[in-house]
């Protein structure tokens, strides 16, 4: 019987190159074929760029094993008259993806994987998540976080019992759960070992009666028997956010990511980054913090010459640097930087874009009974919002035009944190006094109405809130009710370029990054070295950062691995079983008969030397 989620029916593709794929009846290994060999063009911010979308041959090895399984599900489906491969695998296939930021994992699931999930599973019938709104958002408009896949929230029990005794909701996500062939768990790094352990026994409980699971073995059959598993992360990024880890389920969580452990692929590409002189600096620097080795003298120079003074920025805001000062990302490693930069953000768009700049006042009014002496209001109204996190701004900035991005998650399907919009509309209170003609900038005495987004992102071009007379792939945005340390009313919306280094990983800052590195007192060495990888990594090419606050040379050679060394040993071992893994993947290229194909034979070299033929990874942009 066909299954959709609710929401995700609206989610149909309106790619020409995927729907002319779709017309042609392919069997999963041609279509795969098509994809991992497909160039295409695409008009970005007013610019003509060539985005190659051919796969190198650490790619092509990587999804090989998975391409296989779903040709031999297909073969064997329920109904020959359909696509959909229903048909049982002679063995699961789990595979671990691991790489530095811009290696090309991700670009290899969303470009080649997830198409083919799509055409041959249906989009409810594969689960894609990752620990961070942020991450997920970069898998595609139907993946979730790993807490909302798992049922839990950051203050849950993760015991066994706990788990096991999770209420039956048999919502659509449930279903979607049960009904999934393949699971994508990205930016695996950055989630806690009792966060991952508590979303594969979930899957296991609710799987095991309809797919045969002994519960007894779920830290064997990954996930409830899951005919494919792609796991995605570089262990020298971001490790997970503070939580209190529950050590029995940490140590499951851990005992289950071992055995979860089939195929490994190390992606060594470096595709996020430009092939010029800049870009080649940038990945040497990288490369030395990677390894723990000293740069040299120049090439210590050339990161100096990207560093400024905070008084230097007021030079970036003049012609000709300001366009490019304010297409880029800005970034910083704690939340009050980013709140006071997203402020200032807005301030200098709504200039430059010569609209109305409109500051929304969120409504804070203490929980329970008490109430606040004068003081105390004085100290409050200081405060930029009243939050633990930070999500909802104490002032939103808003005007026509301006990108903005969910902030915190919606009652309405796929309406999820970090998803990218465009102010369209801002509805003002009907008792909003008159605004003074000519004003630049008006504080709002009363929450707007609502606030009219367009959604940045061709998915949801089909996608319509019921009860809303808006166009397809808009909705309203109204005030929501957050419960922290006070009741805050706010219009749940921030700029979406100013994010911290957790909202940053993942994202290729094409048009540059500014960012802001010193060090937060309540950060340690560890997780300040890992940040700091983070945030140089985002930008394509050296002359594309603006550094503000960069710590002394040693912190860019040795101190990763100083303070990393549990995650510098890790990563080595699985280096080792990535070598074993591309070894054997030869069988998995000639099951699929894609010797015969010129491009592939062309990138992957003589058949059975066990040599890739190392190709740039592609998906950079070359200006035509």
């Known amino acids: 019987e066909e299954f959709a989620p609710t929401g995700l029916e609206a989610m149909t593709t309106t790619d020409p190159f995927l729907m002319d794929l779709n017309a042609q009846n392919l069997r999963p290994r041609d279509y795969a074929l098509k994809l991992v060999e497909d ?8 610019w003509i760029e060539r985005l190659e979308c051919t796969l190198n041959a650490q790619q092509i090895r990587a999804v090989a094993p998975i391409v296989c ?29 691991l790489g530095a930021g811009g290696s090309g994992k991700t670009w290899a699931y969303t470009k080649v994987l997830r198409p083919l999930f799509q055409r041959f599973f249906g989009f409810g019938r594969y689960t894609a998540g990752a620990p961070t709104h942020a991450a997920a958002r970069l898998l595609g408009a139907e993946a979730r976080t790993l807490h909302k896949l798992a049922n839990i929230s950051p203050n849950s029990a993760l015991h066994r019992g706990a788990i096991r005794g999770q209420r039956n909701k048999n919502d659509a996500l449930e279903q979607q759960i049960l009904a999934s062939l393949a699971c994508i768990v990205d930016e695996l790094s950055m989630s806690a070992a009792d966060v991952y352990h508590a979303l594969g026994l979930r899957f296991s409980v609710k799987r095991c009666e309809d797919w045969a699971q002994d519960l007894s073995r779920y830290l064997q059959e990954w996930f409830g028997k899951m005919p494919i598993g792609l796991q995605l992360c570089d262990f020298l990024q971001l490790r997970p956010a503070a939580q209190a880890s529950q050590h029995n389920a940490a140590e499951l969580g851990r005992l289950l990511f071992k ?7 190390h992606f060594t590409g470096t595709g996020r980054f430009s092939s010029c002189a800049s870009g080649q600096a940038l990945v040497a620097i990288l490369q030395h913090m990677r390894q723990g080795t000293a740069m040299t003298d120049a090439l210590w120079a050339q990161l100096q010459s990207r560093v400024y003074e905070v008084q230097q920025l007021q030079d970036l805001q003049t012609a000709p640097s300001r366009r490019a000062f304010l297409r880029a990302y800005w970034g910083a490693l704690a939340w009050e930087q980013v709140a006071r930069l997203q402020q200032l953000r807005a301030v200098l768009e709504a200039e430059d874009a010569g609209e109305r700049l409109y500051f929304v006042q969120a409504i804070d009014k203490p929980t329970g009974d008490a109430t606040l002496s004068s003081a105390q209001v004085s100290a409050a109204l200081q405060c930029l919002n009243m939050t633990k996190t930070g999500y909802l701004i104490g002032m939103c900035p808003l005007f026509l035009g301006v990108d903005v991005r969910i902030s ?9 944190r970090e998803l990218p919009c465009i102010v369209r509309r801002i509805e003002l209170h009907p008792k909003e ?28 071009g089909q996608f319509q809130v019921p009860g809303d007379d808006v166009p397809k792939g808009h909705f309203y945005v109204r005030p929501v009710f957050n419960k922290q340390s006070a009741w805050v009313f706010e219009v749940p919306l921030a700029p979406q370029r100013v994010l911290t ?22 950060m340690k060495d560890g997780d300040y070295g890992l940040a700091l990888y983070v945030m140089l990594s985002r930008a394509t090419k050296l002359s ?48 699929l008969l894609w010797r015969g194909n010129a491009y592939v034979n062309r990138t992957l070299g003589v058949s059975g030397t066990g040599q890739a033929k190392r190709r740039r990874l592609t998906g950079k942009t070359a200006v035509a």
């Open 408 to 416: 915190c998650i919606l009652p309405e399907p796929l309406l999820t």
């Open 544 to 591: 594309d950062l603006w550094l503000i606050g960069v710590p002394e040379r040693p912190y860019f050679e040795g101190f990763l691995h100083e303070h990393n060394k549990t995650l510098v040993d890790r990563m080595s071992l699985f280096e080792r079983l990535s070598v074993q893994s591309e070894q054997a993947a030869e069988k998995y290229i000639q099951k």
């Open 433 to 460: 006094p008159p605004t003074p003609p000519g004003a630049a900038c008006v504080v709002l005495q009363y929450p707007p109405l609502g606030v009219l987004v367009e959604v940045a992102d061709s998915d949801y």
């Open 39 to 46: 160039q295409s063009w695409r008009r970005i911010t007013g």
């Open 69 to 97: 399984t779903i040709d031999e599900m297909w073969e064997k489906r329920a109904e020959a008259s359909t696509c959909f491969a229903n048909g049982q695998p002679s063995e699961r296939c789990n595979c671990l993806w």
């Open 501 to 522: 280094h957790f909202g940053l990983q993942g994202i290729t800052a094409r048009s540059g990054l500014l960012a802001f590195l010193n060090q937060p007192p309540w």
């Open 259 to 265: 055995n979860s452990m089939g195929i490994v692929v």
